[in-house]
């Protein structure tokens, strides 16, 4: 059996054990548990859906605190999220059973940066709460003779659960090639040492992660595949936000603040991101790398045009659905491992890392107001929609900070420029530009009564300009102070919204 061929420590044979032997002997019912995976990819899928069915056919009680390092295929957070197993969750999801679960405080989430989450774990901050981890689960395409861990197409942060975790169980996808290997940089960071790395593509640690074989306590075959992961298609909206902000772009090339291959950019996923990948190729950019804790799979087409010349990344997406990119990658995985790194979250989001190398940071958000203050995980300022990620630590330590998102929502029943934000996630003070669909607001310099006056002008909807110049005016006219605010109108567009199901 192909399991068998890629475990070359052969004194780990003789740990190949059942889901039910893994779940009835090494999964704590309380206790703390991490789990690989990033943006879907490379969730352990086969313990989590037998032990969710071992919960309910069984009736036994399991109360887990879950750590991921983003958001968890369906399989992990859904199911154990469905009976009730998962007791405290850290520290991204997007799930829409889980987050129900937190909304309604059934289950207790933390919230934190996804590259200051590994260095509490380090330290042992969260120790008092969790307790320290009983199991690691990794998602591995192969084990080494000495039993050091090959992993998927996410690295997130698996040596340091591996490190830290007094058990570890591999998940051994077959169905993922063994071929990745080598893709991987494993290095974490040393205290009171600086990182090694000056250049986007520069190697400095193993191809693998390292384990001591006495703490693998088991390895269960899978052949399980992503499930469609699909964060939607560009329309319009986003040809024209990405447009603008290449408009911009180019702009600083032509003021000589920066030069013709920019340097790194980083980008959040999604529509934007695609559209952002895909632009590339098409733009006047040469020789460019990419710095970013998330990769999507068009930037195979970027590096294949040669507009890209390396990328470096935690995790690397690329959808099950997507079998052009898929078969692509896999056909010509050698040469794509020359120019694409994966790296720990450690290294990816640190603003050591971030500073030094001049990184361009292209995020989205859920809303902006008029000052610049951008909320990127709730609606309506109690309920969660998503994790916080990393964009606020690019944003913070970045060359650039620039934040993109469509002027409204909802058929344009939402601006998502507001007054006020109902949660502040990045501060003004992390904010350089801010690009819409109607434009961008260079907020480089300027008070706050000016950045008011360049987002409502250049960025809103003019659908609801009018409305916002005029509570602006009226907040400059009857408070005044250094940011101008009517408290008792500031959140009217919200509560039109509670009220009519629009802000109009």
């Not at 309910?56 to 109360?63: I, L, P």
Request: charged fraction near 25%; charge should be negative; proline fraction near 6%.
């Amino acid at each position: 059996m192909e399991i068998y061929e890629r475990i070359k420590c052969r004194d780990l044979l003789n740990v190949v054990l059942s889901p039910l032997e893994v779940v009835e002997k090494h999964i704590p019912r309380r206790g703390t548990i991490a789990c690989s995976g990033m943006a879907q990819m490379s969730t352990p899928k086969v313990i989590p859906v037998f032990l969710a069915k071992y919960v309910e056919e069984r009736g036994e009680e399991f109360k887990l605190n879950v750590y991921t390092s983003g958001s968890a295929a369906p399989e992990l957070d859904g199911s154990l999220a469905r009976v009730n197993a998962i007791n405290r969750r850290y520290v991204y999801q997007n799930n829409p059973i889980i987050r129900e679960k937190i909304n309604r405080g059934v289950t207790h989430y933390y919230d934190i940066w996804l590259g200051e989450f590994p260095r509490q774990l380090k330290y042992g901050f969260l120790n008092s709460v969790c307790g320290p981890i009983d199991v690691a689960i990794i998602e591995a395409v192969g084990i080494g003779e000495d039993g050091s861990i090959i992993p998927s197409l996410s690295l997130d942060n698996i040596p340091l659960y591996v490190q830290l975790a007094r058990k570890v169980i591999v998940e051994l996808n077959t169905a993922k090639p063994s071929g990745i290997e080598g893709i991987h940089d494993v290095y974490l960071p040393q205290p009171g040492s600086p990182i090694p790395i000056t250049r986007v593509n520069q190697r400095v640690g193993t191809p693998y992660v390292p384990c001591d074989p006495g703490k693998i306590v088991a390895i269960v075959p899978s052949e399980a595949l992503e499930k469609e992961i699909f964060y939607g298609k560009p329309t319009a909206i986003e040809e024209k936000i990405v447009d603008n902000l290449f408009n911009f772009l180019l702009d600083e090339v032509k003021k000589g603040r920066i030069s013709k291959n920019l340097h790194p950019l980083q980008t959040g996923i999604g529509p934007i991101g695609d559209t952002i990948a895909a632009k590339l190729i098409e733009s006047d950019f040469s020789d460019l790398e990419i710095w970013t804790e998330v990769a999507q799979a068009g930037y195979l087409d970027a590096l294949d045009s040669g507009r890209v010349k390396s990328l470096s990344t935690s995790v690397f997406i690329i959808p099950p659905e997507d079998k052009k990119h898929e078969e692509r990658f896999i056909e010509n995985i050698s040469e794509y491992k020359k120019s694409i790194v994966l790296r720990p979250l450690e290294i990816t989001n640190n603003p050591e890392l971030t500073i030094r190398l001049n990184i361009i940071a292209m995020n989205q958000a859920i809303e902006v107001d008029i000052y610049g203050n951008v909320n990127m995980t709730h609606v309506l300022g109690s309920s969660i929609v998503n994790g916080v990620g990393g964009s606020g630590e690019f944003a913070r330590a970045s060359y650039l900070s620039i934040f993109l998102l469509s002027s409204t929502a909802r058929d344009n029943k939402i601006s998502r420029i507001v007054p006020m934000v109902t949660h502040v996630d990045v501060t003004d003070h992390d904010v350089d530009v801010i690009v819409t669909e109607h434009g961008w607001a260079d907020l480089r310099g300027l008070s706050p009564r000016e950045r008011a006056k360049e987002i409502i002008e250049k960025c809103s909807s003019p659908e609801y300009r009018d409305e916002l110049w005029s509570y602006f005016d009226e907040a400059c006219r009857k408070v005044g102070g250094h940011i101008p605010h009517i408290l008792s109108k500031a959140f009217s567009f919200h509560e039109r919204l509670m009220k009519t199901g629009s802000m109009k």
